[in-house]
């Protein structure tokens, strides 16, 4: 880790879990001060190892505030997280038990895809769900309702997958047994809530003459009114969206590896471990250095002492499973990944179908995207080496388990 601060440059420091600043590129850097120069930041700045530029706010950054939240440093995927389960299955069964539709890791890759809706498909039918039916929705639309989304687009959008870089991965850890991991958020149900508040903010701002650029993209709500009161009620229950969408993909995708393994491999029963459900877009209150401040984390994840969380590579590549460590300077943070090098248009620009999808037969990995043509928006050299990251964040958290991709059905 090291340390940025220029006294006549900056209000607070900014602490990066990189090498040297050579590792930041030009935009995220320039974001990073812009963060570090708001009046409201408290101590200091954090960025994780797979930092990268993002709209306002760098993703992989951590801002802790006791006076004001801000819409664009959550983002617009609210409660975007990731899911996973660890189970006693050989993870080898998937590619060599056969099926009418090939290898089983093929077939049900095929049967995800087809219950699990990608992109911006969304369920044709009202879906069950008993964190819906009791959360009182209605009671939050004081805050506006013209631009907020309905409960009904949410009993719709549940258990959905989305697109860009979300997926359904069938993982395989180091001793050869099988997990599962699912990356999605609130899909556009969230992207409405942050939209609505952002807009929301900047009305605000230059009512009261916020003297914050308008280019920095980080309008803010001041604590105490009832713009942020209304903005932290729908990010809440947004984020729940969220962790209720990982689990009900993820219950319905544990179905169907269960009936596959039963018809064709003879396994009667899963057993199930190390289960985590945690958001990597959010803000919540904490308490750290002494005060209680609303701690942000756009494409970071909380690493409290003991706490698992999911730290995922590129497609086709290795995702670990930690434990947090409790390290204050980073608000006990880490990363959510491994970070951009490149953005998707240029991935894709670089990188064309056939070399991703050689790739993949090579390492034996089946791919499930409808639309193959952006394949390479997630190539794994689209993204920095994720041994690196982890090397970088020793001191944040402790690797547990490391899993690698057999199949994956991307959005």
């Not at 994780?48 to 801000?70: C, F, K, N, Q, R």
């Not at 039963?262 to 958001?279: F, M, S, T």
């Amino acid at each position: 880790m090291f340390r940025i601060f220029n006294e006549k440059e900056q209000l607070v420091p900014i602490k990066v879990w990189l090498p040297s600043v050579d590792h930041l590129d030009e935009m995220c850097l320039r974001q990073a001060l812009n963060l570090a120069n708001l009046p409201f930041a408290f101590r200091h700045i954090a960025l994780m190892p797979d930092t990268h530029s993002g709209y306002g706010m760098p993703i992989g950054g951590v801002l802790a505030s006791s006076e004001a939240i801000i819409p664009n440093a959550v983002g617009v995927d609210i409660g975007c997280g990731m899911g996973f389960v660890h189970t006693n299955i050989p993870a080898n069964l998937l590619r060599d038990v056969t099926t009418p539709q090939g290898s089983l890791a093929q077939s049900l890759v095929g049967q995800i895809m087809r219950d699990v809706p990608q992109g911006f498909e969304h369920h044709q039918k009202r879906q069950r769900s008993e964190f819906l039916d009791r959360f009182p929705v209605q009671q939050l639309y004081h805050y506006g309702k013209s631009k907020l989304p309905t409960l009904e687009e949410a009993y719709v959008q549940i258990g959905t997958l989305g697109g860009g870089n979300h997926f359904i991965e069938l993982q395989e850890d180091e001793e050869g047994y099988l997990g599962i991991m699912v990356h999605t958020g609130s899909r556009n149900f969230g992207f409405k809530v942050a939209n609505h508040f952002n807009q929301v903010a900047k009305e605000l701002n230059m009512k009261i003459g916020s003297k914050i650029p308008s280019e920095y993209d980080l309008a803010y709500l001041p604590l105490g009114t009832k713009e942020a009161a209304g903005y932290i009620e729908w990010m809440n229950f947004a984020l729940e969206f969220a962790r209720h969408n990982r689990a009900q993909i993820m219950s319905r995708v544990q179905e169907i590896v269960l009936d596959g393994l039963k018809r064709y491999a003879g396994i009667k029963d899963i057993q199930i471990a190390n289960e985590v459900n945690a958001h990597h877009n959010y803000a919540a209150k904490e308490h750290h250095f002494g005060r209680d401040v609303w701690v942000h984390r756009k494409g970071a994840i909380r690493a409290r002492q003991g706490e698992l969380g999911i730290i995922p590579g590129a497609m086709g590549s290795y995702s670990f499973i930690v434990e947090g460590l409790g390290n204050p300077e980073s608000f006990h943070s880490a990363s959510h990944g491994a970070g951009r090098v490149m953005g998707r248009k240029e991935a894709v620009r670089q990188f064309g179908v056939d070399e991703v999808l050689a790739d993949f037969k090579v390492k034996k990995v089946v791919l499930g995207k409808r639309r193959k043509v952006d394949t390479a928006e997630e190539y794994y050299k689209a993204y920095k080496n994720i041994e690196d990251v982890m090397a970088y964040q020793a001191d944040l958290v402790r690797p547990i388990l490391k899993v690698k991709t057999v199949a994956v059905v991307k959005g």
